[in-house]
T-cell receptor
């Protein structure tokens, strides 16, 4: 089954404790991205990757890191999480450039205390 | 820049129609529409490309007017399953901007 898989689905942690949210897709998609969703703000792009070893900042990259060492995986790293990063996070993938639909993972709800 | 959606929320009875609008201050070449049910991931509905072509998905259709820099989503004879938050997205995947969403509630 074609899917985007995120882990964990839920996480409660404390300020400053490094965490990684994994994202994996099995559709051989070139493009992957991370979004955060906050009430009233919709989806905002954090980082995106056009292919292996190619990443770039989205609209709200501060406090986040990403890597794309393999085509299928695109982890999101919070080196020193803070309460303002409490949010619902989605990973998405699409076949490539241009106007292709994005396939979203089920989301990861992070709470930083 | 984020596109602007209107209305922010709408409540319908089953069988009623609704229109959701999405407008941008920048030139539009394409518009994506997604629906997100509560607690779930956004799901792709359709893409509209420059040229004003209308698309359809079930009884949901959309139009795209690049001159007015806006798109409209039309939900006809709404069903309970149409409830959710609808998002428009503008730009390419690498720099897509989503609207804040329109929450649609369909009641029996």
């Amino acid at each position: 089954e074609a899917q985007v898989t995120q882990n964990p689905r839920y996480l409660i942690t404390v300020t400053g404790k490094k965490l990684t949210v994994t994202c994996s897709q099995n559709m051989n998609h070139e493009y992957m991205s991370w979004y955060r969703q906050d009430p009233g703000l919709g989806l905002r792009q954090i980082y995106y990757s056009m292919n292996v070893e190619v990443t770039d900042k989205g609209d709200v990259p501060e406090g986040y890191k990403v890597s794309r060492k393999e085509k299928r995986n695109f982890p999101l790293i919070l080196e020193s999480p803070s309460p303002n990063q409490t949010s619902l996070y989605f990973c998405a993938s699409s076949p490539g450039r241009g106007n292709q639909p994005q396939h979203f993972g089920d989301g990861t709800r992070l709470s930083i205390l | 820049q984020q596109p602007v959606q209107s209305p922010q929320a709408v409540i319908l009875r089953e069988g009623e129609d609704a229109v959701i609008n999405c407008s941008s201050s920048k030139a539009l070449y394409s518009v994506h529409w997604y629906r997100q049910k509560h607690g779930e991931a956004p799901v792709f509905l359709m893409i509209l490309l420059k040229g004003g072509e209308q698309k359809g998905h079930e009884k949901i259709s959309a139009s795209f007017n690049e001159k007015k820099q806006q798109s409209s989503l039309y939900l006809t004879a709404s069903q309970l399953s149409y409830s959710g938050t609808y998002f428009c997205g503008t730009g390419k995947a690498s720099d897509m901007r989503f609207g804040a969403g329109t929450r649609l509630t369909v009641k029996p």
